[in-house]
């Protein structure tokens, strides 16, 4: 009754088609739920998300360097032309953390299901410089490692990896111009010492490279008997 009544004098929209929820209704209205743009990559160890990711990673590989095929999965499709968009959208600009936090535990429980990632024992998040987390209140990337790190039972880890400065917004780079952009910005503050499987967590997969930075720092600390993985809310669709 007090929900109801809640929605009476404060009307719930559906994040998507901006429609009136139900009262049974979470952040979608049941039509645009039952059209959610699932990934499913977590059910495939090689999926488009993961080779495009290991294939950044391949550039970035010293010749020397054995590496071992990156798992890497998200919730869902991000388009530019696609109203599900705003998903993302509204956690990292729009403070709604409590959707951030309700698709990020459907994803949690998503992973915590598959063979891939069920075994993961440490969650990182990629980290924020100082200033934008100070201005904006809060890193996205941890309100979604959070949520994951519940779900999979692991160690959540947000002192192991530094920004140490600000970089231009990635959104209009091209795909080299995003490696040179993050190149040289993380540092290690402490060692995950007892991970086994990290997983490393940010808001949107578009082209790679910022986890990509992320895991090789992590990968050339921890030697190859750590197991790096990858996850966000979306996935760019080309």
Not at 43 to 53: K, R, S, Y
Not at 102 to 114: D, I, M, V, Y
Not at 160 to 183: G, Y
Request: aromatic share 8%; charged share 20%.
């Amino acid at each position: 009754m007090w929900k109801e009544l809640a929605d009476v004098v404060m009307p719930r929209t559906c994040l998507v088609c901006g429609n009136p929820l139900g009262a049974q209704e979470q952040h979608l209205c049941i039509w645009c739920e039952s059209d959610l743009p699932l990934t499913y990559y977590w059910e495939q160890a090689h999926n488009p998300m993961a080779n495009e990711f290991n294939a950044v990673l391949e550039r970035l590989r010293l010749a020397d360097e054995s590496m071992d095929y990156a798992y890497a999965a998200a919730l869902l499709f991000y388009h530019h032309e696609n109203p599900y968009k705003r998903i993302p959208q509204e956690l990292k600009y729009k403070r709604n953390l409590r959707a951030g936090r309700f698709f990020s535990a459907q994803l949690g429980r998503f992973l915590a299901s598959s063979a891939q990632f069920a075994d993961v024992d440490t969650v990182i998040p990629v980290p924020l410089h100082w200033l934008r987390k100070w201005r904006r209140g809060y890193n996205q990337a941890e309100v979604i490692a959070s949520e994951l790190a519940q779900a999979l039972g692991a160690t959540l880890r947000t002192d192991v990896l530094r920004r140490a400065r600000r970089t231009r917004s990635q959104t209009s780079l091209s795909a080299q111009e995003r490696l040179r952009n993050v190149s040289g910005v993380f540092s290690l503050r402490h060692l995950p010492a007892s991970a086994r499987h990290i997983l490393l967590v940010d808001d949107t997969f578009t082209t790679g490279a910022t986890l990509a930075s992320c895991l090789m720092l992590l990968r050339r600390a921890l030697g190859p008997g750590v197991r790096i993985s990858v996850a966000t809310l979306a996935v760019v669709e080309a």
